[in-house]
């Protein structure tokens, strides 16, 4: 029985580790959209939006699927014809050129993850 123990090192391994995406954005001013850009590594870009009240991304498509995660505050949300309510904690997967809108009824906080 051979008992020989692989010294091999594991590869490391790359990733992306952050706490808090809420953080990334300390204050967002009445009437403004804000956009950061905390990802974009391979086959992944990812934003971080914060909307004031009242504020829109208008209809609009992206050319590659897209995933939004609301972590804070209400919109409307309209995919495609359907209108529904998003609030902290929705997560929606979208097809490439799918039409989509958003409108901030309060602070929101949101996470655009675009795959390529």
Do not use: C
Not at 72 to 82: F, I, N, R, V
Request: charged content about 20%; proline content about 4%; overall charge negative.
């Amino acid at each position: 029985m051979n008992n020989q123990h692989s010294d091999r090192s594991e590869p490391p391994m790359d990733y992306t580790y952050i706490q808090d995406l809420s953080e990334m954005i300390s204050e967002i001013a009445e009437e403004t959209v804000i956009s950061r850009t905390f990802l974009d590594k391979g086959n992944v870009k990812g934003i971080l939006f914060g909307f004031a009240a009242g504020q829109e991304l208008s209809e609009h498509t992206a050319s590659r699927p897209a995933i939004l995660h609301f972590l804070e505050g209400e919109a409307d949300l309209t995919l495609g014809s359907e209108k529904s309510v998003a609030r902290a904690g929705t997560w929606v997967h979208m097809p490439a050129n799918l039409p989509h809108s958003i409108l901030a009824n309060t602070q929101v906080i949101m996470v655009l993850m675009l795959v390529r």
